[in-house]
């Protein structure tokens, strides 16, 4: 699958199929593409943690507000970033470790498209609660959290319905915002 196949193929999956596991070497691949993401200066200020414990995925989801869906998912991961270590003038005022840390999320999820596996971002969740659960250090932010892995079912990755999406009209502006 090509890297536009995976974009159009791209959804959020909530529905996994508990019974079926991750091979070790598509995780590596997974792994790899993490890993191999772009960050700002390359300071690449995050750490991932791949949680496989099937009672600390059910935590996990509980943290996140009871979205239970995620423990079925034989993966977990937890995108965690270091704004210490991140660029601090993003946009000449901000710190990049938000959007560091999504690219390379980003990088996983199409990836796992490829491997034919589904994921959802998670961003709704209580971030010192899990913090605690995974002994995560108070001065390290989670950004965001994915479940990986099959889908319950096949029909559950499908193209993108353009329908659903805005009109391009609205989306894009040629050399100042607004210029059509």
């Known amino acids: 699958m090509d890297v536009y196949e995976a974009i159009r193929m791209r959804r959020s999956v909530r529905a996994y199929d508990p019974s079926r596991q991750i091979p070790p070497q598509v995780m590596e691949r997974l792994r790899r593409a993490l890993w191999a993401a772009p960050?700002?200066?390359?300071?690449?200020?995050?750490?991932?943690?791949i949680v496989t414990d099937?009672?600390?995925?059910?935590?996990?989801a509980r943290v996140a507000h009871d979205q239970m869906f995620m423990a079925d998912a034989p993966v977990i991961i937890v995108a965690c970033g270091y704004p210490d270590q991140a660029y601090q003038h993003m946009g000449g005022h901000g710190n990049s470790v938000e959007i560091d840390v999504a690219i390379a999320l980003d990088h996983l999820t199409l990836a796992a498209v490829a491997e034919g596996l589904g994921t959802c971002w998670i961003g709704a969740f209580d971030e010192e609660k899990a913090k605690k659960l995974l002994e995560v250090p108070a001065k390290v932010r989670i950004i965001a959290m994915t479940?990986?892995?099959y889908p319950a079912t096949p029909d559950l990755i499908h193209p993108l319905e353009e329908s659903r999406r805005k009109p391009i009209s609205e989306v894009f502006s040629t050399n100042r915002y607004g210029q059509r």
């Open 147 to 149: 479940p990986v892995g």
């Open 54 to 60: 099937p009672q600390l995925r059910k935590q996990l």
């Open 39 to 49: 960050s700002a200066c390359n300071l690449q200020p995050w750490h991932f943690i």
